[in-house]
């Protein structure tokens, strides 16, 4: 059961990168569309901050339940990120119904450096995490 979850949880953070691929693909509001357009457009837009910070911590799980969860790889998985963020706003490019916007780049980024921050606080200077657990976890 161990080696299934650590499958999945290595697996998770490209089929995250999928599912933002495919929903870029549609119009905004093909999941969802909020009758007042003000909280629909504010919601969205604060998705961003979460859907990038999600992908990065994908990456972390994903690495820690392999035991590679280094301050580099951290890093590194942040830059995917970051670039999977830019990636996706020129995908929207070519999209009829999508707009890419340079802000929409920037909440990416900042999500996925919240997150790169709260990982490398708890993770590596605290030691007093569940990804601490986690790293452990995988072996046994």
């Given at each position: 059961?161990?080696?299934?979850?650590?499958?999945?949880?290595?697996?998770?953070?490209?089929?995250?990168?999928?599912?933002?691929?495919?929903?870029s693909?549609?119009?905004?509001?093909v999941?969802?569309?909020?009758?007042?357009?003000?909280w629909?457009?504010?919601?969205?837009?604060?998705?961003?901050?979460?859907?990038?910070?999600?992908?990065?911590?994908?990456?972390?799980?994903?690495?820690?339940?392999?035991?590679?969860?280094?301050?580099?790889?951290?890093?590194?998985?942040a830059?995917?990120?970051?670039?999977?963020?830019?990636?996706?706003?020129?995908?929207?490019s070519?999209?009829?119904?999508?707009?890419?916007?340079?802000?929409?780049?920037?909440?990416?980024?900042?999500?996925?450096t919240?997150?790169?921050?709260?990982?490398?606080?708890?993770?590596?200077?605290?030691?007093?995490?569940l990804?601490?657990?986690?790293?452990?976890?995988?072996?046994?």
């Open positions: 059961m161990k080696k299934l979850i650590r499958y999945m949880l290595t697996i998770l953070p490209f089929l995250y990168m999928v599912a933002i691929w495919i929903m693909s549609h119009p905004d509001n999941v969802v569309e909020l009758p007042d357009s003000y629909d457009r504010m919601i969205k837009d604060s998705l961003h901050l979460v859907e990038f910070g999600l992908l990065y911590l994908f990456f972390v799980l994903a690495l820690a339940v392999n035991g590679k969860l280094t301050r580099k790889m951290s890093l590194f998985a830059i995917i990120a970051g670039l999977y963020g830019i990636t996706d706003e020129i995908h929207q070519f999209v009829p119904s999508r707009t890419p916007t340079m802000i929409d780049v920037v909440k990416d980024i900042i999500g996925v919240a997150v790169y921050f709260h990982v490398r606080f708890h993770y590596f200077k605290r030691k007093k995490s990804l601490n657990k986690l790293e452990n976890w995988g072996e046994s």
